[in-house]
């Protein structure tokens, strides 16, 4: 199963995106209300890629971005968002956002876009050597590095 952490300040949509992600089968999806608590989350727990809003009260989704490509930057890293400027996209782009995905529309294409793209973002770190096995004992191991690296 593939573990994903949503971050979005719209409770509404975060929890339809976690259904809807979920139904698949092929995904776990926790969720966070904000940046800061998606911080405390990725400190303690092992994630196999983050789905974020951008524009949220406390840490927009470009500086959590920054934060997590920082500290794990091979962790695939998805903006989810309905305030998207050109330049943010450019901004995100510059500091290894894996996918930047407009909201609006059907959401039922948007979360099976969202889906899509993170499994393709799956595959690729897969075909560069990671085994199913092996990734999962290494995002055991990233989650221990995680927890000394965020104190």
Known sequence: ????????????????????LERTGLFLVETALSGEEALQKVRTGAYDAIISDYQMADIDGLALL???RDKIPDLPFLIFTGKGREEVAVEAFEHGVDFYVQKGGDPKTQFAELAHKVQKRLRAIRSNGNSPRLKKSSRILSGILRESLFR
């Open 66 to 68: 920054k934060i997590i």
């Open 1 to 20: 199963m593939i573990k994903i952490l949503y971050v979005d300040d719209e409770p509404v949509l975060l929890d339809a995106c976690r259904r809807f």
